[in-house]
């Protein structure tokens, strides 16, 4: 699908020159002189390269078109993640790599949203909300109210979070899986 350079959004992915890339920055420029333009900062999803690149705001560039599957985790293994189509119970893989510091969250049977193109797996989705428990915390300290009343504290899955300070070893928190802030006690 074609849209106009003005169109493009940080998170997009473009076909460009006989690649796939996400949109990292943009920045629409309108100089003294001259037609304004878009200054887009985009990171190729096959070759892990970053390209910065202009185009005039008449030009047109080819979005990427994306089809999404939920699929349910399965298990892991050294080098990939398993997920499995719960309609079909077709199996696919995906490299932890390309999944990154989402793959913390991941826990058997959870339900996440698969992004493919060209019948090729590229993301997931994680729901917003996730279940941790708690493994490390400080003890907050008495009378602590003047500054921050959050303290540092060490989940199940390794990640570290900021939480209330009523929160102690062993509590079951709700993680939101975009900003990876706490929620709420469960």
């Known amino acids: 699908?074609?849209?106009?350079?003005?169109?493009?959004?940080?998170?997009?992915?473009?076909?460009?020159?006989?690649?796939?890339w996400q949109v990292l920055k943009t920045q629409h420029v309108k100089p003294g002189k001259g037609g304004a333009f878009a200054q887009v900062e985009m990171k190729s999803v096959n070759k892990n390269t970053k390209l910065n690149e202009r185009f005039r705001s008449n030009e047109t560039v080819e979005k990427a078109s994306l089809e999404e599957t939920t699929f349910n985790y399965l298990y892991s293994d050294e080098?990939?993640?398993?997920?499995m189509d719960p309609k079909s119970f077709e199996q696919i893989e995906i490299k932890k790599e390309m999944i990154g510091e989402k793959g913390?969250?991941?826990?058997?049977?959870?339900?996440?949203?698969?992004?493919?193109?060209?019948?090729?797996?590229?993301?997931?989705?994680l729901p917003?909300?996730?279940?941790?428990?708690?493994?490390?915390?400080d003890v907050a300290l008495k009378g602590q109210t003047v500054s921050s009343s959050y303290k540092p504290a060490t989940l199940n899955n390794g990640l570290n979070i900021q939480v209330p300070p009523f929160i102690e070893v062993g509590?079951?928190?709700?993680?939101?899986?975009?900003?990876l802030e706490y929620v709420k006690k469960i």
């Open 1 to 20: 699908m074609k849209i106009n350079a003005g169109e493009i959004r940080v998170g997009m992915l473009l076909e460009y020159k006989n690649d796939l």
């Open 104 to 125: 913390k969250f991941l826990i058997e049977n959870l339900e996440v949203s698969v992004s493919f193109y060209n019948e090729n797996p590229i993301s997931i989705e």
């Open 79 to 83: 080098i990939n993640y398993f997920f």
């Open 128 to 137: 917003n909300q996730v279940k941790c428990k708690i493994d490390k915390t």
């Open 171 to 179: 509590d079951e928190v709700i993680v939101d899986t975009r900003n």
